[in-house]
T-cell receptor
Framework: DVKVTQSSRYLVKRTGEKVFLECVQD?????MFWYRQDPGLGLRLIYF???????EKGDIPEGYSVSREKKERFSLILESASTNQTSMYLC?????????FGPGTRLLVL | QKEVEQNSGPLSVPEGAIASLNCTYS??????FFWYRQYSGKSPELIMF????GDKEDGRFTAQLNKASQYVSLLIRDSQPSDSATYLC?????????????FGAGTILRVKS
């Protein structure tokens, strides 16, 4: 079974803090993704990576950065958290077809 | 702009009935389609995928694809209250580098016992 884990299920941070969300997959997948999901807006792609140290912007990259130093690990960084980044963050990984999701991190920025 | 459209619902069906969920897509280059189920507060889980025109069956689920009409559907037979969830449709070219899928906003399904 594919396993995708995320470092936290719930996080509460203050405006202006630097926030790290980590995702780890155990299936040797090349591709990894970060999404945010908000009511009525569906899943929106923030960044994705198709190889170690490779990354591409998704649809809403502003205010975020990513890091992929090892194949199994993909980190999302909020450089200076803002209240409009309160959301559910979902990580996914895939080989060449199906994306498998982690459990999600619900982030609240106060 | 590649788009996948779904009726947000909620779609309400009685227990034991067939639930029919529909999805249209704008990118004619899309070749692969995926249905995910998402329970409230949980992450999406894959139900099934389809690449070829026609029907694909897996247990109580049947996915249907019509590329000429750019239409994908998911039928759930003998619907159960446990099927109550949001169903996400996603499309993408199978060999695109990185497999970037485009997701619809989802349809809420409610199965009433």
């Amino acid at each position: 079974d594919v396993k995708v884990t995320q470092s936290s299920r719930y996080l509460v941070k203050r405006t202006g803090e630097k926030v790290f969300l980590e995702c780890v997959q155990d299936m040797d997948h090349e591709n990894m993704f970060w999404y945010r999901q908000d009511p009525g807006l569906g899943l929106r792609l923030i960044y994705f990576s198709y190889d170690v140290k490779m990354k591409e912007k998704g649809d809403i990259p502003e205010g975020y950065s990513v890091s992929r130093e090892k194949k199994e690990r993909f980190s999302l960084i909020l450089e200076s958290a803002s209240t409009n980044q309160t959301s559910m963050y979902l990580c996914a990984s895939s080989s060449w077809e199906t994306q498998y999701f982690g459990p999600g991190t619900r982030l609240l920025v106060l | 702009q590649k788009e996948v459209e779904q009726n947000s619902g909620p779609l309400s069906v009685p227990e034991g009935a067939i639930a029919s969920l529909n999805c249209t897509y704008s990118d004619r280059g899309s070749q692969s389609f995926f249905w995910y189920r998402q329970y409230s507060g949980k992450s999406p889980e894959l139900i099934m995928f389809i690449y070829s025109n026609g029907d694909k069956e897996d247990g109580r689920f049947t996915a249907q694809l019509n590329k000429a009409s750019q239409y994908v559907s998911l039928l759930i037979r003998d619907s159960q209250p446990s099927d109550s969830a949001t169903y996400l449709c996603a499309g993408g070219p199978p060999m695109e580098y990185g497999n970037k899928l485009v997701f619809g906003a989802g349809t809420i399904l409610r199965v009433k016992s």
